[in-house]
T-cell receptor
Framework: AQSVTQLGSHVSVSEGALVLLRCNYS??????LFWYVQYPNQGLQLLLK??????LVKGINGFEAEFKKSETSFHLTKPSAHMSDAAEYFC????????????FGKGITLSVRP | GAGVSQSPSNKVTEKGKDVELRCDPI?????LYWYRQSLGQGLEFLIY????????KSGLPSDRFSAERTGGSVSTLTIQRTQQEDSAVYLC???????FGYGYTFGSGTRLTVV
């Protein structure tokens, strides 16, 4: 069975500071991994995904994530936070070879201080 | 259409009433998913449709919940005898196919409030 752990529910950074949102997964087979962002009163938007190609994945809005099998992690980073990055971020896992049903973490709310 | 469309965007209903939520996926997408998002609970899988295969209903929380997908396109999620704990945002998503890590395209959701 697959699962995702996102520790903490809220992260606050200053504008221009590094953003680091943590995600650890559990999967019995090689996983596909995703990060989604949700702005207030909107649906979820795909930020980036790992599908067994390059372990460092670049996404939209300057975000990137690195797949580390030994650590079962897929942390999301951005070198310099912008006010517009304030949103809720969800990590998700899907098992390869199966249907693409995603299991989501509980999400992390990112606040950006001016 | 260009994206996944859900209607209504907001629904307020009285406890005990039935509600229907509609999802219109991206044209050509064969897989369609329903999730429920409750405050502080993340996204909870409800049901999944893929082509003409039998749907995966393993996430439906009770027999008051049902869903159908007509003609491989539009889907309707029905909640009978609504309860206050059904209040949540119901999200629909679609993908072109399965098993290839496409990721979902989500609609904006239906916010259901049971009073």
């Amino acid at each position: 069975a697959q699962s995702v752990t996102q520790l903490g529910s809220h992260v606050s950074v200053s504008e221009g500071a590094l953003v680091l949102l943590r995600c650890n997964y559990s999967s019995s087979v090689p996983p596909y991994l995703f990060w989604y962002v949700q702005y207030p009163n909107q649906g979820l938007q795909l930020l980036l995904k790992y599908t067994s190609a390059a372990t460092l994945v670049k996404g939209i809005n300057g975000f990137e994530a690195e797949f580390k099998k030994s650590e079962t992690s897929f942390h999301l980073t951005k070198p310099s936070a912008h006010m517009s990055d304030a949103a809720e971020y969800f990590c998700a896992v899907s098992e390869t070879g199966a249907n693409s049903k995603l299991t989501f973490g509980k999400g992390i709310t990112l606040s950006v201080r001016p | 259409g260009a994206g996944v469309s859900q209607s209504p965007s907001n629904k307020v209903t009285e406890k005990g009433k039935d509600v229907e939520l509609r999802c219109d996926p991206i044209s050509g997408h064969t897989a369609l998913y329903w999730y429920r998002q409750s405050l502080g609970q993340g996204l909870e899988f409800l049901i999944y449709f893929q082509g003409n295969s039998a749907p995966d209903k393993s996430g439906l929380p009770s027999d008051r919940f049902s869903a159908e997908r007509t003609g491989g396109s539009v889907s309707t999620l029905t909640i009978q005898r609504t309860q206050q704990e059904d209040s949540a945002v119901y999200l629909c998503a679609s993908t072109p196919d399965v098993g290839f890590g496409y990721g979902y395209t989500f609609g904006s959701g239906t916010r259901l409030t049971v009073v």
